[in-house]
Each structure stands twice: as structure tokens, then as C-alpha cells.
């Protein structure tokens, strides 16, 4: 056991203990999938454990990832291991035991962007209005199946609800649709596993014999029926293995239930092992993140500590307005990388992700390149949308809506009348789209009609004879071609431009499939399908990003903006202890991402809702620690919000107060001097172009001078930073 040689003493004391029940507190950066990593690979390489035998659960891809690459480092036959998400987990027994539950084995598994399709033409069809009844409806759904309620179930538990019987009927059609289709949806996936386990013995019997050693790994974000889930595989040998830090218990609002790490200690007699030393931050930061959770109260008492120096001060600054919050962030992001940063080294975490649009007009304006995390994921944009519900129907004949997606895409003249006629004649006369197309000519349609369909139903049926034989990039390069799907985007626009890119980029995700995995239609559909945000993370650029959709990473040097009193925490949660707490976690995650600086800003205004408001700093700077240095907002911020608003002065006693450096705005100047740059002087930008100077301010040692460019218009811009030359 060599490999243990590398953990600290208590890592390899958790390690050792392989018999019975054992709950690991990991504290944030603190080598946990180091420790599971190990630890399996303790139990089959000097255990004389099968591979076979043992299960890893994540909640990311990434991360499974991850420590199927670390294991294959040391145990040879590590592709026997079942490491997993719970979502993928039971994705693979349901396609071996669907038939169990009515469904066959290629059913398909509905996205996010599929489920609320699917709503919205419930509600459509019910003649409802409005998308609050959609939204409504899809969170209740979600919430149902979060805690395994049926409809009826739901409307009982739930009866005190506006509108409570419209949501439960729309949640019905919701699953007749999934079910006619021959479709779950991610929900489903935990919950139809849970139904099978609980339904036919004989199948859990195999797997709870199957799995003696089983890994969950972020045991605080799972809801009621992954832990209903994980008692039930470890049932026969209740050798199971849980990590998880309550303290980074993030995702109430989705159903994780992070009281299982107790109940898990009390079901199953679980022996508590605590990780306290964190590798990843600088005594400083974690001085700042210790200070602020221990005003919780719902938590298992630790501190996090390293030996890492206790490296920069946390800088709070407070800015007068958001774009002097977004000039901030950029001028240090600026003044860094020019110190030997590189952009990746930064992410600029926020509560909501509504704060991000300055923050990406700051950095083009100053050309630094960016990405905001947690925005439309690749596989969600149209046209690759579109390919994949090609895919999906020669997957699964009975997808209905894969079919009313392309059925006139590209456009083949089919109007909504002709698809309106065709799926009323399929369900009086109980069949599938699919077998109505491949023979239209059958149907009791008009000749234009069947005219129109015809061609589609030709190519559906060609397409499904080459899909048995052709492989997954070669049948997807097929219907490309056949389905003319390029010439959609021919007309030569920026626009059609990175659709037909995106369209490369998606055949070349199908092409490395088929050469690293060699998988079939199926799997691929299904690792698509259950892709995660954290799988994509890669490039040399500023992350921008919500704090959810961060957690798991680390940066060298973190920016917390927003931190006022209503954004964060949010306002909804002043209130009631337990969302306070949950968005004190937030903060919690948000501080322990960063390695080496952290930077927390907030300001004294805001637009927010269609008005400029004052705003008041985050109780969070307070907790955080008030041995800080006490800075206040300097004088000429004062002056600049005093001046727009008379009240300020009022304002600023409550708000004044700031934990932590209150550190300057200042600006590493390039080679660039306010005498080069004169009105009239004609400038060329990186990004903008040619344009010409309107207008020069001196501010204190700044200057900022006002650019109209020929393609954008009018821009302020600091000489500081801007990437401009003179022509």
C-alpha cells in the first residue's frame, strides 16, 4: 500500500476503515478525492477486492473523470469499477431492466430543454397562458419526483397551493407524454431506479450483492431519493463510504437535504472521520471562510486550517456604482496579468448571474478574454438540438417530439394545419408519428398533405436502415447530408458562420466518441444527454460565474462581487434561518474557491428592477471577520453618490463599514499618455476597430478618453488599459 504513503493521518486512517459504515466531513480543499481515489484503490490492490465489486457515485462527469484517471494509475483493471453520477448509475440499470417497468431499453432521457418543451405544449394544448404557468409547473414536477410523490400524492401534500389542481393535471398529461414516448427524464432516472428497486426484489438483490464497497462522494447535495437510493445498494453488506462538507451544502433549492449526513450517521451507525487541513488556500482566506460559517448553526464543528502561509489580506472595496465595481475588478485583473497571471488564474464569482453583462462589456472593451460559466451550454444550442433529435428518433421510433422538432426542419413546406391533421388522425387511431410517416400514403390525409410528409418519412426510413449499420459518426455525418442541414445556414452571415462552426464542433465530439469509446447510438445519446456543467471548463480566459456553478473549482485569485444586503444574501432569506444559512454556504464556497488573493466588492448604488437604488453592504463582511482593518468609502465616492442622491448621508451611516483593506482603484498604466491621445486623434482597437477621440477626462491620475468607433458607436474607455494605437 504505497499509495497511502501520500495521505495525511487522518485521510489514512478513514482510508483503512473499509468494514461497515464511515461519513468523512471533508472541509473545502481538503484532498477528498485524493482520499476515495486511495481508498479504493486500498480495497482491490491489498484487499484482494474485485473491481467488480466496488461503486464510486459523484455528482459531476468531471469529477468521475477524474478518478477514473487517477485509479488507472494504479489499479490495472480499474475499468471494472463502477464509477459514476447517480443520474449515469441509473441510466445503465434501467437500460438492462426497463422492460420491467413498460419501457423498452433505448428509451430516451429528456433534457432539461426537452421536459419544457414538452410543458409548454401541455399547457398550449390546455389553452392555459402565460410562462409562470409553465415555470410553475415544471419546478413541481421536478419537486414531486424530488420527493418521490406521484400527482396525487403531490396535490395531497401540496393541496394549499394556488392553482394546485391546474399544476397536478398538467403534471399527468406531463407523464402520459413521457411514457407514450417511451422517455423519462432526468428526475425520472433516480426515481424509476428507486420504483424498480423497490418493485422487483430480484434486481435489487443483484446489485446490493454486486456492490460490496460502495463511495458516494458529495454526500450533502443528495435529496431523498439518492439517500433512498444508497440504503437500499447497501442494504446486504452496509459497507458504505460517504464524504461530504454540510458546509458546502448549496442546492436546498433542488431538493438536496442536507440533514441526510445525519440521518446517515443514525441509520447506519456511520464512524465520523473529519479532513480539517485544506491544500488549497492561504491561512488568510480560510481565517475568513472559518469566521463566517461558524455562525451557522446547522453543521458538524470544524475548522479548516493550512500551512501555506498566511499569504495577502482579503481587499474589500466598495465602489460608488456597479461600473465602478466592473472598472475595479478589471484594472486588477489588469495590474495581475501584467505581474505573470494568466487570465485562467481569475474567476469573478456572483450571486445572480444577471451582474455578469458589464462585467463582459468591461472585458471586451479592454480585449480580455472571458467566458461566463453557466450559460448555454454547447449542447444546447439549436442546431446541434436539432441533429441530436435526429439521432434521438433513430434511438427510439416512439419519440413523438424528437420527430415534431425536425418534422419540417429544414423547412419542407409542412405548416402547422398539415402536422395538426397528422397528429390527430395518430392518436385516433392509436399509432406512433413515426410508423404514420414511413406510411403516409396510408393515412386519411389530402394528397397536398401526403404530398408534403412523404419525402420526410422516405428519409426517416432510410436513415433507420443505415443506423443499423453504420457507426454513430458516420450515421450522423449521413443525415447532415441527406437532411441538407448545412445549406440551412449557406447564406454567408456572421450568424450562419458559428452555427455551421458549431455543427464541425459537434461532429467532431461524435468522431472522438467513436474513437476513445466505441460506443453505440444509445450511449451516445445518453452521455450527451447527462453531460454537466463542470465538464467543459477549459481555456486560457476570466471565469464568470455564478457561486453554484463554480463549486468544485479553484482559482489563484477570486473576485465576491455584490455582496449587499438583498443580492447576497438575497432578500428572500433575511427572514428564515434556513435559507440564511444556505446562502451563508454560498458565501462560504464562494471564499474557498481562491488560492491566493480574494477580492470582495459591493456598492453603495445599484440598478436593480428598473431604478437606481442604495444599497447597503453584506452582513457577511461583518461575520467575515471584524478584526479587519475598518475602511471607509473614500471621499470621492461619497461625493460622486452624494451628488445624485441628497439622502445619501443618511444611507451611508449604516453602510459605511467595511471588514477587510479598503483597497484603491488604481490602474497600471501602459505606454499610452494623455498627451498622444487628443480629440480628433484616430485610434484603432483590437476589438472595435478604427474610431475617433470625441472627448478626454482626467480623473485623479486616470484619463479616460471617449472613442466613437465606426462599428459600436461611442465607448469610454481608461488609457490605462485600453488596447488602442494610435493611426
Given amino acids: 500500500m504505497p499509495f497511502l504513503d501520500g495521505l495525511n493521518s487522518e485521510q489514512k486512517a478513514a482510508a483503512l476503515d473499509t468494514e461497515g459504515a464511515v461519513l468523512v466531513t471533508a472541509g473545502a480543499g481538503s484532498g477528498k478525492t485524493r482520499l476515495l481515489t486511495y481508498r479504493i484503490a486500498h480495497i482491490i490492490e491489498d484487499l484482494g477486492v474485485r473491481p467488480y465489486n466496488v461503486l464510486a457515485i459523484t455528482f459531476t462527469n468531471k469529477a468521475a473523470e477524474e478518478m477514473r484517471n487517477r485509479l488507472q494509475v494504479i489499479v490495472a483493471e480499474s475499468a471494472d469499477i463502477w464509477i459514476s453520477t447517480f443520474h449515469s448509475m441509473c441510466a445503465k440499470i434501467l437500460r438492462r431492466f426497463a422492460d420491467r417497468l413498460g419501457y423498452t431499453s433505448n428509451f430516451t432521457i429528456y433534457a432539461t430543454d426537452e ?95 454486486k456492490f460490496m464497497y460502495i463511495h458516494v462522494d458529495e454526500f450533502q447535495d443528495t435529496n431523498a431519493i439518492q439517500y433512498g437510493l444508497v440504503r437500499m445498494l447497501a442494504s446486504k453488506y452496509g459497507n458504505i463510504f460517504a464524504v461530504g462538507d454540510e458546509d458546502q451544502s448549496i442546492y436546498g433549492w433542488r431538493g438536496a437535504d442536507v440533514t441526510n449526513m445525519q440521518s446517515f450517521i443514525e441509520d447506519f451507525g456511520a464512524k465520523i472521520y473529519k479532513l480539517e487541513q485544506n491544500y488549497r488556500s492561504t491561512k488568510n482566506i480560510l481565517t475568513a471562510a472559518n469566521n463566517l460559517i461558524k455562525n451557522n448553526v446547522s453543521r458538524i464543528d470544524k475548522k479548516l486550517w493550512s500551512d501555506l502561509g498566511d499569504g495577502e489580506q482579503i481587499s474589500c472595496y466598495r465602489a460608488s456604482t456597479e461600473a465602478e465595481e466592473a472598472d475595479f475588478v478589471v484594472n486588477t485583473i489588469n495590474k495581475l496579468l501584467r505581474e505573470g497571471y494568466r487570465p485562467h488564474d481569475f474567476a469573478v464569482l456572483m450571486r445572480v448571474n444577471a451582474l455578469t453583462r458589464l462585467l463582459e462589456q468591461r472585458f471586451m472593451q479592454y480585449n480580455l478574454p472571458y467566458k461566463v460559466y453557466g450559460g448555454f451550454k454547447f449542447f444546447e444550442r439549436k442546431e446541434v438540438k436539432d441533429i441530436l433529435a435526429y439521432l434521438r428518433i433513430l434511438a427510439n421510433p416512439f419519440d413523438d417530439d424528437a420527430i415534431l422538432r425536425v418534422i419540417n426542419f429544414p423547412k419542407r413546406g409542412i405548416g402547422d394545419g398539415t402536422i395538426k391533421q397528422l397528429v390527430d388522425i395518430c392518436a385516433f387511431e392509436g399509432i406512433k408519428l413515426f410508423d404514420a410517416l414511413t406510411h403516409v400514403e396510408n393515412l386519411a390525409l389530402s394528397s397536398l398533405a401526403i404530398k408534403k410528409l412523404k419525402p420526410f418519412g422516405e428519409l426517416l426510413c432510410e436513415l433507420s436502415v443505415s443506423a443499423k449499420m453504420l457507426t454513430v459518426a458516420e450515421l450522423t455525418e449521413k443525415i447532415i447530408k441527406d437532411a441538407k442541414i448545412r445549406e440551412v445556414y449557406a447564406e454567408d452571415t456572421e450568424e450562419n458562420t458559428a452555427r455551421k462552426l458549431n455543427i464541425d464542433d459537434f461532429l467532431s465530439s461524435v468522431h472522438e466518441f467513436v474513437n476513445n469509446r466505441g460506443g453505440t447510438l444509445d450511449e451516445f445519446l445518453e452521455e450527451v444527454t447527462l453531460y454537466t456543467e463542470g465538464d467543459d471548463a477549459k481555456g486560457d480566459c476570466v471565469f464568470l460565474s455564478t457561486v453554484h456553478s463554480a463549486k468544485g473549482m479553484e482559482f489563484r485569485n477570486v473576485f465576491i462581487i455584490g455582496v449587499e444586503e438583498g443580492l447576497f444574501p438575497l432578500g428572500r432569506a433575511s427572514d428564515e434561518q434556513s435559507e440564511l444559512e444556505e446562502e451563508r454556504r454560498l458565501m462560504y464556497v464562494a471564499i474557498t474557491r481562491a488560492k491566493e488573493r480574494l477580492y470582495i466588492t459591493h456598492c453603495a448604488s445599484r440598478f436593480m428592477y428598473g431604478d437606481r437604488k442604495m444599497c447597503r453592504q453584506s452582513r457577511f463582511f461583518g461575520e467575515i471577520d471584524e478584526r479587519f482593518v475598518v475602511g471607509y468609502a473614500s471621499k470621492a465616492v461619497q461625493d460622486r453618490v452624494r451628488a445624485n442622491y441628497p439622502d445619501y448621508a443618511s444611507v451611508q451611516k449604516s453602510s459605511d463599514r467595511i471588514s477587510g483593506v479598503a483597497t484603491q482603484n488604481v490602474a497600471v498604466r501602459q505606454n499610452n499618455t494623455i498627451n498622444d491621445y487628443t480629440v480628433g486623434t484616430r485610434v484603432l482597437h483590437k476589438k472595435f476597430g478604427e474610431g475617433t477621440i470625441e472627448g478626454v477626462t482626467n480623473v485623479g491620475a486616470n484619463s479616460y478618453v471617449v472613442i466613437n468607433f465606426q462599428k459600436v458607436g461611442k465607448i469610454t474607455l481608461s488609457l490605462a488599459f485600453a488596447p488602442i494605437t494610435k493611426l
Fill in 115 to 209: 421536459s419544457e418543451r414538452a410543458v409548454k405544449q401541455i399547457v398550449k394544448d390546455m389553452n392555459l397562458e402565460g410562462d409562470n404557468v409553465v415555470k410553475t409547473a415544471l419546478h413541481a414536477i421536478s419537486e414531486a419526483k424530488n420527493l418521490g410523490l406521484t400527482p396525487d400524492q403531490y396535490e395531497e401534500e401540496f393541496s394549499y397551493l394556488p392553482d394546485i389542481k391546474t399544476i397536478v393535471h398538467i403534471f399527468e398529461a406531463y407523464e402520459s407524454k413521457l411514457k407514450a414516448n417511451n422517455a423519462m427524464d432526468f428526475d425520472d432516472l433516480l426515481l424509476k431506479t428507486h420504483e424498480l428497486f423497490s418493485q422487483h426484489i430480484d434486481v435489487l438483490d443483484y446489485y446490493r450483492s
